[in-house]
């Protein structure tokens, strides 16, 4: 079955505590990207790849490290976690051949609450 | 302003009823337009693309006016399973020109009620 996978779906963790949550896609999608999802606010774009070893800061990227060594996984990292990092986490990927107008394929979320 | 802009009701309306949302963006350079619709707590899933010239997959219809900056979606003789809130989704190429950007609404509150 096609699908972006995220790990772990829940994670209550204590500030300052380096996390990662990991994001994998088996559609050999190019473009892969990271939203949070806050009440009043929407969801808003972490960090964004448009290929392995390329990525590039979405609105929110302060607090936030990603990498992408390999087509299918965009790990994003916290490296010091903070309470207003408390939030509901998508991962998203398409790909980058099928035109503007192909929509994006969004992983099950990850809630992570920082204490 | 915001980039895009949703009612964000909720709309509370009978079986079988007809309701539309509307959205405006702001950016009029934006390439792409979306609905997505989003379970409570749950990903947000594709539901349309939208088109200038309409588009229409069931009892739902999607609309883009590009003059007005304006994005609408249409359900027809709605069902309970429609209740969810819907995000409007706007597509921009990022900064360094090869990025895409995905601008979503606040979303808009649906229930379909007996």
């Known amino acids: 079955e096609a699908q972006v996978t995220q790990n772990p779906r829940y994670l209550i963790t204590v500030t300052g505590k380096k996390l990662t949550v990991t994001c994998s896609q088996n559609?050999?999608?190019?473009?892969m990207s990271w939203y949070r999802q806050d009440p009043g606010l929407g969801l808003r774009q972490i960090y964004y790849?448009?290929?392995?070893?390329?990525?590039d800061k979405g609105d929110v990227p302060e607090g936030y490290k990603v990498s992408r060594k390999e087509k299918r996984n965009f790990p994003l990292i916290l490296e010091s976690p903070s309470p207003n990092q408390t939030s509901l986490y998508f991962c998203?990927?398409?790909?980058?051949?099928?035109?503007?107008?192909?929509?994006?394929?969004f992983g099950s979320g990850t809630r992570l609450t920082v204490v | 302003r915001k980039e895009v802009e949703q009612d964000p009701g909720p709309f509370n309306v009978p079986e079988g009823a007809t309701v539309a949302f509307n959205c405006t963006y702001s950016?009029?350079?934006?390439?792409?337009f979306f609905w997505y619709r989003q379970d409570c707590r749950k990903e947000p899933k594709l539901l349309m693309s939208?088109?200038?010239s309409g588009n229409e997959d069931g009892r739902f219809t999607a609309q883009l006016n590009r003059a007005s900056q304006y994005i609408s979606l249409l359900i027809r003789d709605s069902k309970l399973s429609d209740s969810a809130t819907y995000l409007c989704?706007?597509?921009?190429?990022?900064?360094?020109?090869?990025?895409?950007?995905?601008?979503f609404g606040t979303g808009t509150q649906l229930k379909v009620e007996l």
């Open positions: 998203a990927s398409r790909p980058w051949d099928r035109g503007d107008n192909y929509g994006y394929t």
């Open positions: 559609m050999n999608h190019e473009y």
């Open positions: 790849s448009m290929n392995v070893e390329v990525t």
């Open positions: 950016n009029s350079a934006s390439q792409s």
């Open positions: 939208v088109y200038s």
């Open positions: 989704v706007v597509n921009n190429r990022g900064l360094t020109g090869g990025g895409n950007k995905l601008t």
